[in-house]
């Protein structure tokens, strides 16, 4: 897997298709991923070499997301959505696929690389809610595929669910131009916070249930 996804030259031409992702979708799931959050400014800012996306992202789908989230794609691999449930931790599992990722991050862009992942996270933690809610990890759309009606159709579909189960909904934004697409959605911004030593700006941000969306 290079990180790199074909872009089908008719993915304008059709209106997106929201399914549920299986354990065998993981390569798709890995390859949107990766492209669509190849210009992250979290992604960039800890692990500024792209070349480690597919590994940590299928990390992440095969280690958690998969087996324990709620997983949503654009069947022809235009955009995924990852959500952590409520009460389940974000873990993954110690084995080779983490060893060699953090193996490759630490011979690529140094130790330093860890030090921002720590910074990343307290951050993160600091501001995250108590109350039980769904947490949209990742939500991103294939790069020649965005601003396409596709991540919205992603989110609505999440936020179904979560309204059908009047759990509220929680995210991190990192980039200013998702916050209106996440602002008519319901979310509001909770707090703000900025990583370290140059580093890009984060937006805290909740929504409510709404079980008038079932």
């Known amino acids: 897997m ?34 669509a959050f190849r210009y992250d400014p979290v992604m960039n800012w800890i692990f500024p070499d792209t070349r480690v996306y597919p590994a940590l992202f299928r990390l992440i789908l095969d280690g958690s997301s998969l087996p324990h989230g ?16 409520p009460d389940t931790p974000f873990e993954l599992p110690l084995g ?7 193996a490759h991050s630490l011979w690529r862009m140094g130790p330093a690389t860890l ?8 951050l993160f933690s600091g ?3 108590a109350a039980p809610h769904f947490h949209l990890q990742f939500i991103g759309c294939r790069l020649g595929d965005q601003g396409r009606g596709v991540g919205a159709q992603l989110l609505k579909t999440g936020l179904r669910a979560c309204d059908a189960q009047g759990l509220p909904a929680y995210l ?17 911004t ?5 990583l370290p030593d140059g580093g890009p700006r984060v937006w805290f941000m909740w929504r409510e249930a709404r079980p008038e969306s079932v």
């Open 2 to 35: 290079n990180g790199k996804a074909v872009v089908h030259h008719d993915s304008e031409f059709h209106a997106p298709t929201i399914a549920p992702a299986a354990a065998g979708d993981l390569d798709t799931l890995v390859a949107t991923l990766s492209s």
């Open 70 to 85: 709620m997983v949503h794609f654009e069947t022809s691999g235009r955009g995924a959505a990852l959500w952590l449930p």
């Open 96 to 102: 080779w696929p983490m060893l060699s990722l953090f």
């Open 115 to 122: 030090l921002r992942l720590r910074r990343q996270a307290a």
């Open 127 to 129: 501001h995250r809610p």
């Open 172 to 188: 991190e934004c990192s980039n200013p131009r998702n916050l209106p697409l996440y602002q008519r959605h319901g979310f509001n």
């Open 190 to 194: 909770r707090g703000e916070g900025r």
